[in-house]
């Protein structure tokens, strides 16, 4: 499949990790949106939020352990997930992704 982050999650294509394990890979932002913006991914392919059951959702489980892990490690407290569905919230990528955006006072959602 020529998915960006099935490359990214397979090695293929660098980025810059923050974790890993073999479920879940945690890479920053190439584009920036907070002083701190990591994304957090399942190996695994699925297409966003949409894609999510209840015979998978365990690796959203794992994804939301992980978070607070790398959140401390990184050193902030205070942050925003994000998770864009589709074209009109913005989703780009079509491979589930968590959005960590930290560092600023983020403000009222839109
Ligand atoms: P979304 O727009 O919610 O689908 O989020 C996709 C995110 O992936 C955007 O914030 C992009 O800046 C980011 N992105 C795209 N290509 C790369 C890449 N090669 N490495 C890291 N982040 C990327
Ligand atoms: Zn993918």
Redesign the pocket.
Known sequence: MDC?FCK?AAGE?P?NKVYEDEQVLA?????P?APVHV?FIPKTHLAGVRDVTAENATVVAHIFAVIPQVAAQLGVTDYRIVS?NGADA????QHL?F?LLAGRELGAMG
């Open positions: 960006l990214i294509i980025s890479f920053y932002d190439i584009a949106a994304l864009n913005g989703q780009t990528v992704h959005h």
